[in-house]
C-alpha cells in the first residue's frame, strides 16, 4: 500500500545519506582529527563508519586503514569548510537539499517507530484477522468449464434432453480427438447456460461449496473428481445435464492467526500512522492558511506537455471508445490424453 509520509521519506533518503551539513551543533569528547575551524571526535568517526556494511566496516580495524577512512572525513570537512566560506550554503539548490532533508528527518521522527507495530495488542490484530478471514483462509478452488443442457427437474421431456445432452457429449468427443481445444467451441455452440456460453462455458475459479450452491452436491462432487485438462462425462443436476472440464487450480491456503499476527499488526500500524500523517498535515495545512491561484497556476507552462485535444465530434460513447474490441473469451487448456 503506498503511503504519502513514507513516499516523502523514501524519496529523500538518498539525499540524508550522503549529504552532511557543513553547519551543526557544537561536537564534544575526544578528537581524533583537529585544524583550523575542523573538529572530528572520535564518536563522530565511529559513527560514520557505523554507516558502512559490516563487511566495508571489516576492512578499517587496523590503525593505517582508520587514517584512510578519517582521511575521507578530513577531506569532506575541508571541502564543506571551503563551499561555506564561499557562500555555498546560501545556494538555493544547497537549501532545498537542506529542506528535503530536514522533512525526511521529521517524517522518519514523528511517523517512523517501526517498533511500535510489534506492540500492538493481539485483541485487535485479532479481530482484524477474524474479520478478514476469507483473505487468509481459502478452499481449493478449481477452473471449471462447463457445457449444459437444460432440462426439466422430471418427466418425459427430461428423458428426451438427456439424449440430447448425449448427443453433445459424443460431439465433443469426436471433436476432441482432432482438437484438444474443442471444448470451447462446442460450449459457445451447444450450451444453453446464457452466462457463459459466449465464454466457452467458463465458470472461472470456483470451490467445491460455490458449485453446490450452483448445481447441487453430485455436480460439485463430480467436477472436483476430475484432474487438471480432463473432461467428464454427462453430470445429472436439477438444471439439466452437464459436461464439466477442470484447466486449472489453486490450492488451498490456510494461515492461522499465530502465523499473520505479525504481517497484520504491520498493517495497522501502517495504516494508523498514514491515518496520522494526513492529519498531522492536514492541521499544518489549516495553520498556514494556504490559497491556491488557480489564474496564475494556469499560466505555468510545463515543458515537453502536449496541449489538451479537443475532441472531434466526441470519442467516447457510453465511456468505451467505438473502436475497442470485446474482451477475448478465455480458452480452456488443452486436454491430456
Do not use: W
Amino acid at each position: 500500500m503506498p503511503h504519502r509520509f513514507l513516499t516523502v521519506a523514501l524519496a529523500t533518503a538518498a539525499l540524508a545519506a550522503c549529504t552532511q551539513p557543513a553547519k551543526g551543533p557544537a561536537k564534544s569528547g575526544p578528537a581524533v582529527a583537529t585544524g583550523n575551524g575542523i573538529t572530528i571526535t572520535a564518536e563522530e568517526f565511529k559513527a560514520r563508519l557505523d554507516e558502512q556494511s559490516p563487511f566495508i566496516r571489516a576492512r578499517y580495524a587496523a590503525l593505517d586503514r582508520k587514517k584512510e577512512f578519517l582521511d575521507n572525513l578530513v577531506r569532506f570537512e575541508v571541502l564543506a569548510k571551503e563551499a561555506e566560506r564561499q557562500g555555498l550554503d546560501k545556494d538555493p539548490d544547497v537549501q532545498l537539499t537542506l529542506r528535503k532533508v530536514m522533512v525526511q528527518k521529521l517524517v522518519q521522527k514523528s511517523f517512523g517507530d517501526q517498533e511500535a507495530a510489534g506492540k500492538l495488542p493481539d485483541s485487535e490484530t485479532k479481530e482484524y484477522y477474524e474479520k478478514h478471514k476469507d483473505e487468509y483462509v481459502k478452499p481449493l478452488r478449481l477452473r471449471v468449464y462447463q457445457i449444459l443442457v437444460k432440462a426439466p427437474a422430471s418427466g418425459p421431456e427430461r428423458a428426451r434432453r438427456q439424449e440430447a445432452a448425449r448427443k453433445v457429449l459424443g460431439q465433443l468427443r469426436a471433436e476432441e480427438k482432432k482438437n484438444q481445444l474443442a471444448f470451447v467451441a462446442v460450449a459457445r455452440e451447444k450450451s444453453e447456460d446464457e452466462a457463459t456460453k459466449a465464454l466457452g462455458g467458463d465458470l472461472n475459479f470456483r470451490s467445491k461449496e460455490d458449485l453446490e450452491k450452483l448445481y447441487g452436491k453430485a455436480a460439485a462432487e463430480a467436477a472436483f473428481a476430475l484432474k487438471d485438462n480432463e473432461t467428464s462425462g454427462l453430470v445429472e443436476s436439477p438444471q439439466g445435464f452437464h459436461v464439466f472440464k477442470v484447466a486449472g487450480r489453486q490450492e488451498a491456503v490456510d494461515r492461522p492467526f499465530e502465523q499473520v499476527k505479525a504481517q497484520i499488526s504491520q498493517k495497522l500500524f501502517r495504516e494508523r500512522k498514514t491515518k496520522e500523517f494526513d492529519e498531522f498535515v492536514k492541521k499544518l495545512r489549516e495553520t498556514a492558511a494556504v490559497k491556491v491561484d488557480d489564474a496564475e497556476l494556469e499560466k505555468v507552462v510545463v515543458a515537453g506537455a502536449a496541449p489538451p485535444a479537443m475532441p472531434a465530434g466526441g470519442p467516447l460513447h457510453g465511456g468505451m471508445p467505438p473502436s475497442m474490441p470485446p474482451p477475448a473469451a478465455p480458452v480452456a487448456a488443452p486436454v491430456q490424453k
